[in-house]
């Protein structure tokens, strides 16, 4: 059994936490890149273009890509051989926190949602925790901005609902946000499950690359027809039209009741954030 000191725990999440906010992901910027190219609104391109310029000094200079740093999302698949020395929700708690103070990032969580009392520390996180094989731990750190986690939205469909009825789901949650989710977009599906199964579904889908592959030739299908669809909308970068509405969608599944169809669209914006580390 393979041990973990809590203490390398909090480092591994202090610098992911800092790492995210400061350096946008590359299959994100590459995306951004590549829209930068074929756009054909004078518009939209300059939108684009401002955006990789920001990212490109966010990195260099060490600052925030975007003045909302997050709610902290923290995903730990964790080894069944080994064993972590000290609490390990205390230990990614207290690694947020650092990251925060030290990355000079805003805290933006409140520790009641009525009374609304800034924690100043930027906890508690949401952990998610998975068992899997091995010996290590793998730790991804997501800092979710609110513009786009406002318009992210949750439905209950019919078992006898069609894929049409997803992908129109989906476009009108899409269109309801508008420019208030910061296009171009990242789009996170989950479908099956329970109504939180699939929440967490569609979380998990913005952390995966851009472009990836489909393990399951339905999904890819069903979500390379709603990335088309969503960019002709006329939606565009900021809002402001062109044929850039979304960067990329990427749907994860999982079995259901006979008796319902959860489906949950995660917005994310073009500062589509996360980074991850192993120990």
């Not at 273009?49 to 260099?60: F, K, T």
């Not at 209950?156 to 171009?184: Q, Y």
């Amino acid at each position: 059994m393979r041990k973990i000191n809590s203490i390398r725990v909090t480092e591994l999440v202090r610098r992911l936490a800092i790492e995210a906010n400061l350096c946008l992901r590359k299959d994100v910027l590459k995306s951004i890149e590549r829209a930068a190219r074929t756009e054909t609104a004078p518009s939209a391109r300059r939108i684009l273009r401002m955006l990789i310029q920001n990212a490109r000094i966010a990195r260099a200079k060490s600052i925030p890509i975007c003045q909302d740093t997050g709610f902290a999302e923290v995903f730990c698949r964790i080894g069944q051989g080994v064993v972590v020395k000290g609490g390990l929700t205390a230990a990614i708690n207290k690694g947020i926190m650092l990251g925060y103070r030290d990355g000079f990032l805003r805290k933006s969580v409140v520790s009641d949602p009525l009374l609304r009392k800034n924690t100043k520390t930027n906890t508690p996180c949401v952990i998610d925790y998975d068992v899997v094989k091995g010996d290590k731990i793998r730790i991804t750190v997501v800092p979710k901005g609110f513009g786009s986690e406002n318009a992210s939205a949750i439905i209950m469909l019919k078992p006898t609902d069609t894929e049409e009825s997803i992908i129109d789901f989906v476009l009108d949650v899409v269109r309801r946000a508008g420019r208030d989710a910061c296009p171009p977009l990242v789009i996170g599906i989950g479908i099956g499950g329970t109504m939180d199964k699939a929440a967490l579904l569609a979380t998990k889908a913005i952390t995966l690359p851009i472009g990836k592959r489909q393990a399951k030739e339905h999904l890819a299908r069903i979500g390379g027809m709603i990335m088309e669809r969503l960019n002709k909308t006329g939606i565009g970068p900021a809002g402001l039209g062109g044929k850039t509405t979304c960067l990329g969608v990427n749907i994860l599944s999982f079995p259901t009741h006979i008796a319902g169809l959860p489906l949950c669209v995660k917005i994310s914006c073009h500062a589509t954030r996360s980074a991850n580390g192993v120990l």
